[in-house]
């Protein structure tokens, strides 16, 4: 069965610093991870989606994968008070053949909030 | 470019009766995928369709069932409404392909769903 963990939070920051988000998984058939981002009564966002190890960057965002350690990570550098939001980590298993994208695994989420 | 569209945006329904709610994917995209989200949850996968087949199932019960159309638009009908199916329902698009399982998958803004 896959599981996602993530700390619910909050994860207090002050504005500028770097946010730090942790999400760890169960099956070590995870192929895909994404970060969505969702404020509260809204839908969820994709932010960033990381297939390899290593760090992948895109503007103030970096997502960081470890496979063998089976945990990915998001960093905010200059955080802003509208990243205040819940980060949803969620994986994707490969699917084998059929066509289709599989359906996402979530966590509950990481509640972070930007103290100006 | 027209984003994942989703209706109706609010709906009140008495326990035992029933819904049905409609997301169309966003251009380009082909398979749809629905999730509900509980308040203070990650969102949950219910059932993804593409080629207007059910592919891949979460682990809801036979009242939730779906349909796709020749246009890739999606209806999701959940019959016998219970309290418990109180929450956001979500539908996400995403491009199938012949390999699939890698996908990004894009949010529509949802359709909260209260049952009295």
């Known amino acids: 069965q896959k599981e996602v963990e993530q700390n619910s939070g909050p994860l207090s920051v002050p504005e500028g610093a770097i946010a730090s988000l942790n999400c760890t998984y169960s099956?070590?058939?995870?192929?895909?991870f994404f970060w969505y981002r969702q404020y509260s009564g809204k839908s969820p966002e994709l932010i960033m989606f990381?297939?390899?190890?290593g760090d992948k960057e895109d503007g103030r965002f970096t997502a960081q994968l470890n496979k063998a350690s089976q945990y990915v990570s998001l960093l905010i550098r200059d955080s802003q008070p509208s990243d205040s939001a819940t980060y949803l980590c969620?994986?994707?298993?490969?699917?084998?053949?059929?066509?289709?994208?599989?359906?996402?695994?979530f966590g509950k989420g990481t509640h972070l909030i930007i103290q100006p | 470019d027209a984003g994942v569209t989703q209706s109706p945006t609010h709906l009140i329904k008495t326990r035992g009766q029933q819904v049905t709610l409609r997301c169309s994917p966003k251009?380009?995209?082909?398979?749809v995928s629905w999730y509900q989200q509980a308040l203070g949850q990650g969102p949950q996968f219910i059932f993804q369709?593409?080629?207007?087949?059910?592919?891949q199932r979460g682990n809801f019960p036979d009242r939730f069932s779906g349909h796709q159309f020749p246009n890739y638009s999606s209806e999701l009908n959940v019959n016998a409404l219970l309290l418990g199916d109180s929450a956001l329902y979500l539908c996400?698009?995403?491009?199938?392909?012949?390999?699939?399982?890698?996908?990004?998958?894009?949010f529509g803004p949802g359709t909260r769903l209260t049952v009295l």
């Open positions: 251009s380009g995209h082909d398979t």
């Open positions: 996400a698009s995403s491009w199938g392909g012949l390999a699939g399982g890698m996908n990004e998958q894009f």
């Open positions: 099956d070590r058939g995870s192929q895909s």
């Open positions: 969620a994986l994707l298993a490969q699917r084998g053949s059929g066509g289709g994208a599989d359906g996402l695994t």
């Open positions: 990381i297939y390899s190890n």
């Open positions: 369709y593409y080629e207007e087949e059910e592919r």
